[in-house]
């Protein structure tokens, strides 16, 4: 089982960035996959989540209206688009997948990918 996180960099406050998780070694479409953050200090939190059987998603409170993920079950990889960046959205972003669940509750998830660094200057 491999989850790829890849797309993180540097970007200025208000610019987006998008990430994208390659998964592999499971069948995608009976997971679904869910984006975490971890700033320095802090702990790990949810961001978004999508079923991969019915691209139901759900999004944390603070990232709704900016952030948009979506997946392309054919190529067994999410995204997540992140638009107008805010300097708190700098952190550690994991992918993750859980199996039929919907729910952005980490101790949940059965696999997790390595993360990807974004960081947002002001």
């Known amino acids: 089982v491999q989850l790829q996180a890849s797309g993180g960099g540097l970007v200025q406050a208000g610019g987006s960035l998008r990430l994208s998780c390659a998964a592999s070694?499971?069948?995608?479409?009976?997971?679904?996959i869910g984006w975490f953050r971890q700033a320095p200090g802090k702990e790990r939190e949810g961001v978004s989540c999508?079923?991969?059987?019915?691209?139901?998603?759900y999004y944390a409170d603070s990232v709704k209206g900016r952030f948009t993920i979506s997946s392309d079950n054919a190529k067994n990889t999410v995204y997540l688009q992140m638009n107008s960046l805010k300097p708190e959205d700098t952190a550690v972003y994991y992918c993750?997948?859980?199996?039929?669940?919907?729910?952005?509750?980490?101790?949940?998830?059965?696999?997790w990918g390595q993360g990807t660094l974004v960081t947002v200057s002001s």
């Open positions: 070694g499971f069948t995608f479409d009976d997971y679904a």
């Open positions: 993750a997948a859980v199996l039929g669940t919907l729910a952005l509750v980490p101790p949940l998830y059965d696999y």
């Open positions: 999508i079923s991969s059987s019915d691209g139901s998603t």
